[in-house]
């Protein structure tokens, strides 16, 4: 099953959504600003993404910036930081088996399916 981590005020992700929809392939949205990822389920994509914590922050966001940015945070800590300010996580992430990617890019998300 394919699941799609969607912002819907996300641009990017709603481009994403809409790609999703017209591959005629099964998949599941999960609005994660709603339902927030535990720290587990994050861990989990992490894995799937092969990233570190720090590569999933928008480091860019305004909570980053005033409450994170500077400091020396462990990975848990930044786990722990995105599970609290979901707005945080870089999105859309597209999970597909035991794989992730971000699906900012088209182009790579038509070959991941």
Not at 54 to 74: A, D, F, H, P, S
């Amino acid at each position: 099953m394919i699941q799609i981590y969607h912002n819907q005020r996300c641009g990017k992700s709603r481009n994403c959504l809409l790609f999703l929809q017209e591959s005629n392939q099964e998949f599941e949205i999960i609005n994660y600003l709603n339902t927030p990822p535990s720290a587990e389920e994050l861990t989990s994509l992490l894995k799937k993404l092969n990233f570190s914590p720090i590569e999933l922050v928008r480091q860019k966001e305004k909570i980053w910036i005033e409450n994170y940015k500077g400091k020396t945070l462990t990975d848990r800590e930044i786990i722990e930081a995105m599970v609290e300010n979901p707005i945080l996580i870089e999105r859309p992430i597209v999970v597909k088996d035991n794989q992730a990617i971000i699906g900012r890019d088209l182009d790579q998300v038509e070959p991941f399916l």
